[in-house]
């Protein structure tokens, strides 16, 4: 499938791969599969053992906000595959390997089973549910640090309707964690930028001291995804 070719005028091989058409596959499809055989990211993830590129997204994220220290409580919304968990459960000590740091937890919760990982919690749960924040509440001990989400609706290939429901699956999310977030808490997810984000975004002011836009080197320059980091989170008056 791969063939090596010289580079222009430095003698050196271009070592990009490339993907050969083949009979009953879709154009999209091989576009798709160029993509990834020749992402950088998606080579370090299997380099690396993460289940997905998206394991960066997050791992960017909080170099830059620090929001999986040491201790921390996590829950991850829609974890399948389990990338971000598997991140989160080395920052946070989920396996009380770094015996000077406080030791966290991790709780994946998805619609569909996730093969484990080392030192995550991991259930089937529609966060959707009417008793879905007791219930993570009571499989934490408590109230979570983080909530984190890397969720996207199901595309339907037309923009502005996908760019509706990623925002109304994040707006779920996010009254989620207003839930079972303990104060100064973060919220971390994914939404789509297409201007229908305003009422998210005045929301999230409400309820965070701090609320940010970012587009991580790991997102794909030609994705129109970015994710809101809400730090500070003020808790619920009415309780």
Not at 22 to 41: E, F, V
Not at 117 to 141: N, R, S, Y
Not at 188 to 203: I, P, T, Y
Not at 204 to 222: E, G
């Amino acid at each position: 499938m791969a063939k090596e070719r010289k580079s222009s005028g430095r003698g050196q091989r271009d070592l990009r791969v490339r993907v050969k058409s083949a009979k009953g596959r879709k154009l999209s499809s091989t576009l798709w599969l160029d993509r990834q055989l020749n992402d950088p990211y998606v080579q370090r993830a299997q380099k690396d053992g993460y289940r997905g590129r998206a394991a960066y997204k997050i791992l960017e994220l909080d170099d830059k906000y620090r929001f999986l220290v040491p201790g921390a409580r996590v829950v991850d919304l829609g974890c399948a595959p389990g990338g971000w968990c598997q991140v989160a459960s080395k920052r946070v000590n989920a396996l009380g390997t770094r015996k000077s740091k406080q030791t966290g937890t991790v709780l994946g919760v998805d619609l569909q089973e996730v093969d484990p990982i080392p030192g995550c919690e991991l259930h089937v749960l529609d966060f959707m549910e009417d008793d879905a924040d007791t219930k993570v509440k009571q499989w934490l001990g408590g109230q979570a640090d983080v909530v984190m989400s890397d969720m996207a609706a199901a595309s339907c290939g037309h923009k502005q309707t996908d760019h509706l429901r990623i925002i109304a699956l994040c707006e779920a999310a996010a009254y989620f964690a207003f839930d079972v977030l303990a104060e100064n808490g973060t919220f971390v997810a994914k939404v789509l930028a297409g201007g229908a984000e305003g009422d998210l975004q005045k929301l999230l002011k409400q309820k965070f001291t701090k609320v940010l836009n970012v587009k991580p080197p790991a997102s794909r320059s030609n994705s129109s995804e970015k994710f809101v980091v809400a730090t500070g989170f003020k808790g619920n008056s009415e309780s």
